[in-house]
């Protein structure tokens, strides 16, 4: 191995020194930034925060509204839904016209297919429960009945 005289290296030694003196000692005071899938102070990914848990986990992405779709799911509606709740008023439940701007189609279909995950771990889940004191049941439904449901709600305001 060839020596190499000391004088070559002092310059890399200014570099590096240089370089430790501007990072602080290593600790920058910068927040590290949140890791994508972490799990946050809930328990809960991201995708889960926001869309709910349970057996739907792709975000459904929706076009336009499907009358036909929606007008299944009006009778679904009528027929297992309606006993406890509204469009436009807190009956059992809470008023749902205009529900889809508040949550997701995929947390939506995740509250009907799967309420009993959403109350056991769900914060927004938990809130409502809290200030409903009534626990949505199971109904049961297939995810193409929770999907015509869901349509049906996009078509509701409230009044
Ligand atoms: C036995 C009464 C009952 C029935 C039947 C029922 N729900 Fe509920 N639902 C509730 C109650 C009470 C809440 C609010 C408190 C809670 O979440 O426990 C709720 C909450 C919800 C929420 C959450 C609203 C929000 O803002 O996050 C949705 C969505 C919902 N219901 C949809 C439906 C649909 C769709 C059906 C029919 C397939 C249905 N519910 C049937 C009682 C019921």
Redesign the pocket.
């Known amino acids: 191995m060839p020596r190499v005289p000391s004088s070559c290296l002092r310059p890399v030694a200014l570099v590096v020194s240089l370089l430790l003196a501007a990072c602080g000692g290593g600790k920058s005071d910068a927040p590290a930034p949140p890791a994508a899938a972490a799990p946050s102070a809930s328990g809960l990914t991201p995708f889960q925060e926001q869309h709910g848990i349970g057996p739907v986990t792709e975000e459904l992405v929706l076009g336009p509204v499907d009358h036909e779709l929606a007008e299944d799911g009006k009778e679904?509606?009528d027929a297992?839904?309606?006993?406890?709740?509204k469009m436009d008023e807190k009956?059992?439940?809470?008023p749902?016209g205009g529900?889809t701007t508040?949550?997701s189609p995929t947390?939506?279909m995740n509250?009907?297919l799967n309420?009993d995950g959403?109350?056991a771990k769900h914060p927004?889940?938990?809130a409502?429960?809290a200030?409903?004191?009534?626990?949505?049941?199971n109904?049961g439904?297939t995810q193409e009945?929770?999907r015509q449901?869901?349509e049906y709600?996009r078509t509701q305001t409230p009044k």
């Open positions: 679904l509606f297992k839904c309606a006993a406890c709740h009956y059992v439940g809470p749902l529900v508040k949550r947390y939506l509250m009907i309420p959403m109350y927004s889940a938990r409502l429960l200030e409903y004191m009534t626990q949505m049941p109904l439904l009945q929770a449901v869901v709600l």
